[in-house]
Nanobody, 121 residues
Framework: QVKLVESGGGLVQPGGSLKLSCTAS????????MAWYRQTPENQRGLVAS???????NYADSVKGRFTISRDNAGNTGYLQMNRLKPDDTAVYYC???????????????WGQGIQVTVSS
């Protein structure tokens, strides 16, 4: 069974940095899109950044110039480098992968369990 494991969250002061990681484990045969979403109690889950197989990336306007998404295809791992963090970035961050389990022919969407990022002084 394919699982996504996130790490790297925590508490950071405004202006600080964090780097989130997401590793796909299990019989993952290929990964198409990797992405990060975030959700607060007041808001719906929204896209932060995404990256395709060739490395093409998209960002939410609120994080452009501060966050960088990347991926290590060999290690089935995605990253989100978050710089110049603001209190408004406080949320639960979720890793998303569209990929194919080696036991099946078609790709599926997978979600991580979520990781808390808190930006506060």
């Amino acid at each position: 069974q394919v699982k996504l494991v996130e790490s790297g969250g925590g508490l950071v002061q405004p202006g600080g940095s964090l780097k989130l990681s997401c590793t796909a484990s299990g019989p993952i045969a290929e990964i198409n899109t990797m992405a990060w979403y975030r959700q607060t109690p007041e808001n719906q889950r929204g896209l932060v950044a995404s990256i395709d197989k060739s490395g093409g990336a998209n960002y939410a306007d609120s994080v452009k110039g501060r966050f960088t998404i990347s991926r290590d295809n060999a290690g089935n791992t995605g990253y989100l480098q978050m710089n110049r963090l603001k209190p408004d970035d406080t949320a639960v961050y979720y890793c998303f992968v569209n990929g194919r389990d080696g036991n099946f022919w078609t790709p599926t969407d997978y979600w991580g369990q979520g990781i808390q990022v808190t930006v506060s002084s």
